[in-house]
């Protein structure tokens, strides 16, 4: 899939996300929200099929299974599941007020998936700058 397409598929999913998320807000719709998130989870489900399917035929052609690649590749599916972990959650604080769900647990998978992404982007920059000036 070219980027243009890649890009203006995620616009329209973002698009109905934002659309249907409005509606039940505004309380012009009576959806369960699991509903209401289903363009979100659609749309990680294809990014995690995608992934997968990268990473299998990366090993398939005889690359290295432990190489940089398929690690930031594990990394991405870990982080497509920790976001799906967090909206189930989220879901279902909205969804049933009576179970009484703390927000900090609600955040928690967020929490974990944080430090790592902002240490991956540092050395990414670190090891991006070190090449460009050698």
Known sequence: MAV?????FTWFILLVFLILLVLRLDTRI????FIVFIPIWFYDNILMVYVFFNMMSYC???HDRLSNSVQRKLWYLLAIILKML???ILCLKLENPSYNISTVYVMIPIWILLPFSVS???LTLIKSSRSRYL
């Open 120 to 122: 991956d982007v540092f």
């Open 60 to 62: 398939r052609n005889g």
């Open 86 to 88: 967090s909206l189930i």
């Open 30 to 33: 009576h959806w369960n929200w």
């Open 4 to 8: 243009l397409q890649r890009a203006l």
